[in-house]
Nanobody, 123 residues
Framework: QVQLVESGGGLVQAGGSLRLSCAASGSIFSINAMGWYRQAPGKQRELVASITSGGTTNYAGYVKGRFAIARDNAKNTMYLQMNSLKPEDTAVYYC?????????????????WGQGTQVTVSS
């Protein structure tokens, strides 16, 4: 069994910062791409940022220059540093990972989601 557990969400004033963490645990052989998504009330879930196992990053246009994604492969952990937060960044933030399981064929990646962490930015 695999778990992705997010932490670090909370309430912050506009212009403030938060750092989210996502820790993966369980029967993990390797983790491929990881990403942060967010979903605001009444809106679809959207990609915020992603990072490959080699460290290549990709950002949604609305967070470029404000957010930074990183990962520690030794700890199976991913981070999202969020600076200059805006009220429109308010959402539940989800961690996502493509990974290979111990004992499973390496040609078959499995995709997992975390339970989400609430980020609220007040004006």
């Amino acid at each position: 069994q695999v778990q992705l557990v997010e932490s670090g969400g909370g309430l912050v004033q506009a212009g403030g910062s938060l750092r989210l963490s996502c820790a993966a645990s369980g029967s993990i052989f390797s983790i491929n791409a990881m990403g942060w998504y967010r979903q605001a009330p009444g809106k679809q879930r959207e990609l915020v940022a992603s990072i490959t196992s080699g460290g290549t990053t990709n950002y949604a246009g609305y967070v470029k220059g404000r957010f930074a994604i990183a990962r520690d492969n030794a700890k199976n952990t991913m981070y999202l540093q969020m600076n200059s937060l805006k009220p429109e960044d308010t959402a539940v933030y989800y961690c996502n990972a493509d990974l290979n399981l111990v004992g499973a064929p390496k040609s078959i990646p499995y995709n997992y989601w975390g339970q989400g962490t609430q980020v609220t930015v007040s004006s």
